[in-house]
Nanobody, 125 residues
Framework: QLQASGGGLVQAGGSLRLSCAASGFASDYGSVAWFRQAPGKEREGVSY????????TYADSVKGRFTISRDNAKNTLYLQMNSLKPEDTAVYYC????????????????????WGQGTRVTVSS
């Protein structure tokens, strides 16, 4: 139900925009998020949007560089990534769930039911 795209190879300092197209009743998802998983590491939460919350939340590692947004009319979630660093290299996944995640758990993979297949981002130094 979720299809992520937009990954690729970019030099450090560059930008990429990831997209996540949702099928079905995407506007009903109460919480949507981006995660990433680098080789040999656990999947980590990057950012999320939760209905009823004043704004998005970001992991400290991407704050000020990444922007998450959601277009319900297009059933699409985005992640604009600027000032990319080699340590941002990972497979990026979009995730969604019906209902609101608990705020202290919204960056944890277990809070989400639906997952995209992942799109690879490689940042060269």
């Amino acid at each position: 139900q979720l299809q992520a795209s937009g990954g690729g190879l970019v030099q450090a300092g560059g930008s990429l925009r990831l997209s996540c197209a949702a099928s079905g009743f995407a506007s009903d998802y109460g919480s949507v998020a981006w995660f990433r998983q680098a080789p040999g590491k656990e999947r980590e939460g990057v950012s999320y949007i939760r209905s009823g919350s004043p704004g998005p939340t970001y992991a400290d590692s991407v704050k000020g560089r990444f922007t998450i947004s959601r277009d319900n009319a297009k059933n699409t979630l985005y992640l604009q990534m600027n000032s990319l660093k080699p340590e941002d290299t990972a497979v990026y996944y979009c995730a969604a769930r019906f209902g609101r995640c608990l705020s202290y758990m919204c960056l944890h993979p277990s809070s989400y039911t639906y997952w995209g297949q992942g799109t690879r981002v490689t940042v060269s130094s």
